[in-house]
């Protein structure tokens, strides 16, 4: 690549080790030609009196893919991966110039249905990782269209870069992914300077990739264009040259190539003094466009806000993702918190609230109190109460009133934002599958990075809100042994392993197999399976890690073992069925896997199992218990009918069946047991759909009416989802809890002397109802919608509403809740099964 007259030439390199670097690491230093500027910058002063010719752009456009066919021409082929108009540079001769290769590989991928769920998230991660949002590709964005992902990546660069040249706008400037996957984009009917060009963009912007041209085809095709028009497509570009103050400074003479030392080449040393000042002309606003990369900012974010991007993107108009707002030093390469503030303030006055889903906190009184902490640690699924619980919350929260919103962040917006967000997507009906909630996620933000057993927890979402729905059971089950089939391989031979795992309920490891490491049991490939003997019982969310004991000379001596994380499993003990006595997870149900070689074909992993016959009640309440599902409706997610349709018309197609990303299998002793007690659990259940709350009326004649203690966000919170003493206010929209106590955090209300009341529900008619604006349906009056039915009654026009029900007095509630059922910081993890 070093030769190419159209690539940014190599002169000289340099390192020093960490033992001289300030950093603590090592630094490697490359020097190139020195260039005249950057070709956005060249294009700016040009454009500002008019559009470019023709023979302007059919210059820029074929040097830039003459350098794109030298890489392509490598042996294997060099894909650039991050081809746009900033990575293009103008030479002091006036020639195109391409750059930056940080992002280049050789590496091309080929999806098929073969690949696993992990498999595709790692592939996704690292194309988010170097690559540019609005250049990305459709086979990039969605990996389960199975197209090959290599160098004609770079040719769909290459439209993007054409049709920017000829219209001055990118043809995905929204970096809408939609958009990019279905190849939407339009060019102006009325255009006739670069007619010539339109079949050239129309056919590299092809979605299916082994539709568009090659390098080499597309080259050919300039060529011909060029020689029709008589130019030559390798000279000089000097209509920019002559625009930007031409080849230099001429009161300063050229550097003769005579003093130049022998055996070192720079390709072009008449770069002027003049050139660089001509580069900083402008003042302080010019000199900062130079050095931001402004096609690189988060796509999808919020745009035009008055200081700068903000990284927040909308899943729906009333649900909204950003990464952590930051203070301090922290807030130049993040959110800054104020910057956050400020535009909710506008955009959401007063009717916003903020989850944070990160370990990490910040001052909640800069959002008004309206902050609620639901962190969990980082690589693992949250609680399964705690992500119901937040999920019901938010379904309180956007129930008030047609206004208010949600804003979700972790600290990037990805993996957390989007168990939270999806599961909330399912709760409230609009899917059926994590694969179907997955997919708009990424469409609308960007793909999630997520592990199978975050996609567990969704499924497990769904199963909750499905028709039928599957009820968690409270029977512990014995984990008699763990199989691993068959034997993984790491050890230093790569021939066996010597595994022993550690057992987590919640946030407390109960056991551990480790022990000093001559007394574990080395497994040989040979095995055929590596045995881990258990016989824990556990209930309710489990995490498994297993390790691989490495012997080392510095343990040794240290009388210490080293351990090496192989792979963990995360599930709930409520899905494993009442008859199972194998549960077994594929290579790709795993999380926290190593690199592949170390698992060989077909390696699974099986828990020797066994429900007790027994319920065993818990000490606090499930927060799905006593709930009925007739009310949920997705028309909460929206703010009208035509986003409502505009979703349903991109998202709502028939879902497929559930892909095996967050599966597990199971094995039954007998045939699986008709009884439904479970499934009809909900049904049992009278749902109030038009009060603001999740009315739960506990039969609890025992029990003496008590005072709410509110001390705490958790406090609060629990008292909404066991079930309020106090009667609801139908004076106050912005008011939760009914006596004046702030949603989030609030001092102790005072007594109601209605709490004593007994009187009857009292009937209001729906415009009395100030706080949903699609006038929800009670469900006893209309039956259950599903599939694309969820939507029937939003998108009719003539749907009627009918009256609603406040309910004026709750019972008690029971005495053994605890303050700590939202402690949302806390969790423990999950799974699902078909």
């Not at 599957?470 to 763990?482: A, C, Q, T």
Request: charge should be negative; hydrophobic fraction near 35%.
């Amino acid at each position: 690549m070093l030769s190419h007259p159209n690539i940014v030439q190599f002169c000289s390199a340099a390192s020093i080790g960490k033992e001289e670097s300030d950093t603590g690491q090592g630094e490697f230093l490359l020097l190139t030609e020195l260039c005249k500027g950057q070709l956005v910058e060249f294009l700016k002063k040009v454009e500002s009196k008019g559009p470019l010719s023709c023979d302007t752009v059919l210059k820029i456009f074929y040097q830039t893919c003459r350098a794109v066919q030298h890489m392509h021409k490598q042996k294997p082929p060099i894909i650039h991966r991050d081809l746009k108009v900033e990575n293009m540079l103008i030479s002091n001769q006036g020639t195109i110039k391409l750059c930056d290769f940080g992002s280049a590989t050789t590496i091309a991928h080929y999806p098929d249905y073969s690949w696993s769920a992990q498999k595709r998230a790692i592939v996704e991660e690292e194309i988010t990782r170097n690559t540019t949002p609005m250049y990305r590709t459709p086979e990039m964005i969605d990996l389960y269209s199975n197209f090959p992902i290599g160098e004609k990546q770079d040719i769909w660069a290459l439209g993007c870069i054409l049709y920017l040249l000829c219209f001055r706008q990118h043809p995905f400037e929204d970096g809408a992914k939609l958009r990019i996957v279905n190849g939407k984009y339009s060019i102006p009917q009325n255009d006739t300077r670069y007619s010539v060009f339109h079949d050239l963009i129309r056919s590299t912007l092809k979605v299916n990739p082994e539709e568009r041209l090659s390098i080499t085809e597309l080259v050919n095709q300039l060529q011909e264009i060029a020689a029709a028009r008589n130019v030559n497509p390798k000279s000089p570009i000097t209509e920019l040259l002559e625009q930007n103050g031409g080849y230099g400074n001429n009161a300063v003479p050229r550097m003769s190539t005579s003093l130049v030392p022998q055996g070192l080449t720079v390709a072009e040393l008449d770069q002027s003094y003049g050139g660089f000042f001509d580069i900083l002309k402008g003042g302080t606003e010019r000199f900062f466009t130079n050095i931001k990369d402004t096609s690189s900012k988060v796509i999808q974010s919020v745009a035009n806000y008055a200081k700068g991007d903000l990284d927040i993107s909308y899943i729906t108009s009333r649900i909204a993702v950003m990464s952590f707002p930051a203070e301090g030093v922290e807030s130049a390469i993040k959110n800054n918190i104020e910057d956050v503030r400020l535009f909710l303030d506008s955009k959401h006055p007063g009717h916003y609230a903020v989850y944070n889903l990160s370990p990490r906190t910040y001052r909640s009184s800069r959002f008004h109190n309206r902050v609620s902490e639901c962190g969990w640690p980082a690589r693992r699924a949250p609680n399964l109460q705690n992500l119901y619980s937040i999920c019901k919350n938010m379904h309180l929260w956007l129930k008030q009133d047609h206004k208010k919103v949600c804003i979700v962040h972790c600290l990037d917006g990805r993996a957390a934002s989007a168990v939270v967000v999806c599961s909330f997507l399912c709760f409230c009906r609009l899917f059926t599958t994590a694969e179907a909630a997955v997919y708009m996620f990424s469409m609308k933000r960007c793909p999630p990075g997520i592990w199978p057993s975050h996609k567990r927890y969704i499924e497990y979402m769904c199963d909750m809100m499905a028709e039928e729905p599957i009820i968690p059971h409270s029977k512990p089950i014995l984990i008699k042994s763990i199989i691993m089939t068959p034997v993984p391989l790491f050890s230093k031979l790569r021939n066996g392993c010597r595994p022993f795992c550690e057992v987590y309920v919640g946030d407390e490891r109960v056991t551990t197999t480790s022990q000093e490491y001559d007394k574990m049991k080395d497994f040989k490939t040979e095995d055929g399976k590596a045995v881990i003997p258990l016989g824990i019982t556990v209930q309710g969310d489990v995490l498994i890690v297993i390790y691989h004991a490495r012997s080392t000379l510095g343990g040794r001596l240290q009388a210490k073992m080293a351990s090496m994380k192989m792979f963990q499993i995360q599930f709930h003990t409520g899905f494993v069925p009442r008859n199972a006595t194998t549960v077994k997870f594929a290579k790709y149900d795993l999380d926290a896997c190593d690199i592949q070689e170390k698992y060989p074909d077909l390696f699974q992993v099986n828990l020797e199992v066994e429900v007790e016959p027994r319920d065993r009640p818990c000490s606090e309440r499930a927060p799905w218990d006593n709930l009925n599902i007739k009310g949920l409706n997705p028309k909460i997610l929206f703010s009208s009918r035509e986003e409502q349709q505009e979703i349903l018309s991109k998202f709502g197609k028939p879902e497929l069946p559930r892909q095996p990303g967050s599966t597990a299998q199971y094995e039954p002793d007998s045939p699986q047991s008709s009884s439904t007690d479970a499934n009809n659990f909900f049904h049992t259940l009278d749902w109030e759909d038009a009060d603001i709350f999740f009315e739960a009326n506990f039969e609890t004649p025992s029990a003496q009416p008590q005072e709410p203690h509110s001390s705490s966000n958790a406090d609060l919170l629990n008292n909404l989802f066991v079930g309020s003493t106090s009667q609801v206010s139908e004076g106050s929209t912005g008011d939760l809890l009914g006596e004046g106590a702030d949603f989030f955090f609030s001092s102790q209300p005072q007594p109601s002397a209605s709490n004593q009341s007994t009187s009857p529900p009292t009937t209001l008619s729906s415009a009395a109802d100030p706080f949903d604006p699609f006038t929800m349906s009670s469900g006893s009056e209309k039956p259950t919608l599903s599939g694309s039915d969820l939507f029937g009654a939003f998108l009719n026009p003539n749907a009627t509403s009918t009256s609603s029900i406040f309910p004026s007095t709750h019972s008690a509630p029971p005495p053994s809740s605890s303050s700590d059922f939202l402690r949302l910081g806390k969790c423990a993890f999950g799974m699902i099964f078909w």
